[in-house]
């Protein structure tokens, strides 16, 4: 992987780090300031879906010769869908247990 690769990469994750430091969600129709969980969930997943179908068309494109797209590229690409869908996953594993926590509590 080149120097200008990994400086590419770089400055990717800084400006996605960014704008997820910059993004506030708000309730439709409710008041400004509180999240919208729901939302922010949704959007979440379709980044994740983005990443995946991105990793896939570079994969493609490398597997039938297009001489612009290299291998590292794809390989990153790849690990970046994978982290995310790995990320994605955990969130949901907790979704799942806090919701098996909160219909079990007696009221």
């Known amino acids: 992987m080149s120097n200008l690769e990994i400086n590419q990469l770089l400055q990717q994750m800084r400006s996605m780090a960014s704008a997820a430091e ?3 969600p708000f309730e439709a129709g409710g008041d400004i ?3 919208d969980f ?7 997943i379709n980044q ?3 990443t995946q ?3 896939g068309s570079l994969s493609t494109a490398f597997e039938v010769g297009d001489p612009n797209v290299n291998l590292s590229e794809v ?3 790849i690990q970046k869908a994978n982290v995310s869908f790995q ?6 594993n907790n979704l799942v247990s806090a919701y098996k926590e909160v219909m079990n509590m007696q009221v």
């Open 22 to 24: 910059g993004k506030t």
């Open 33 to 35: 300031g509180k999240p």
């Open 38 to 44: 729901g939302q922010l969930l949704k959007d979440s």
């Open 48 to 50: 994740v879906n983005q």
């Open 53 to 55: 179908k991105a990793a």
């Open 75 to 77: 390989m990153v690409a």
């Open 87 to 92: 990320a994605m996953t955990q969130v949901r």
